[in-house]
């Protein structure tokens, strides 16, 4: 007992300890010269997903992760990248999961059709329910 306080004595700072001590990434804070480039990269920065807080934007998050995404985003649009390509390219390396819209696929139909499933076996129980209720 005494070894699992210690335990979670020791972990309990480990959050604090998640962010590095470096200064964030240039651009993650700063904007785009160009208007018009900056609202693409806000735009694109709009749906992709915090992968550190996982139910916010890059654009909304403040966590050391999502500022370096927001650099790499607005680096490439200031290069002259095409928002699609950005995006095509981050998913590469991270997955379906880092947008908010994954493709209808094998590995994400679950995501797709269980809403859609819940709807059905609900309007099932409402329909049960109301024909009991006009018997009764």
Request: proline letters at 8%; one cysteine or more; charged letters at 20%.
């Given at each position: 007992?005494?070894?699992a306080?210690?335990?979670l004595?020791?972990?309990?700072p480990a959050?604090?300890?998640a962010?590095?001590?470096?200064p964030?990434a240039?651009?993650?804070?700063?904007?785009?010269?160009?208007?018009?480039q900056e609202?693409?990269?806000?735009?694109l920065?709009?749906?992709?997903?915090?992968?550190?807080c996982?139910?916010q934007?890059?654009?909304d998050?403040?966590?050391e992760m999502?500022g370096?995404?927001r650099a790499?985003?607005?680096?490439?649009?200031?290069?002259?990248e095409?928002?699609?390509?950005?995006?095509?390219?981050?998913i590469?390396?991270?997955?379906?999961?880092?947008?908010?819209d994954?493709?209808l696929?094998w590995?994400?139909?679950?995501?797709?059709l269980?809403p859609?499933?819940l709807?059905l076996?609900g309007g099932?129980?409402?329909?049960?329910?109301?024909?009991?209720?006009?018997?009764g």
């Amino acid at each position: 007992m005494r070894r699992a306080a210690l335990l979670l004595a020791l972990a309990a700072p480990a959050p604090l300890l998640a962010d590095s001590n470096l200064p964030p990434a240039k651009l993650a804070y700063q904007q785009l010269p160009d208007p018009k480039q900056e609202a693409q990269a806000q735009a694109l920065m709009q749906t992709l997903r915090c992968l550190v807080c996982q139910g916010q934007s890059i654009a909304d998050s403040d966590a050391e992760m999502a500022g370096d995404m927001r650099a790499l985003v607005r680096r490439r649009i200031a290069a002259g990248e095409k928002p699609a390509a950005i995006r095509d390219w981050l998913i590469a390396r991270y997955g379906d999961y880092v947008t908010y819209d994954p493709p209808l696929g094998w590995a994400t139909g679950p995501l797709w059709l269980t809403p859609l499933v819940l709807l059905l076996i609900g309007g099932w129980l409402a329909r049960g329910a109301f024909k009991r209720g006009r018997r009764g």
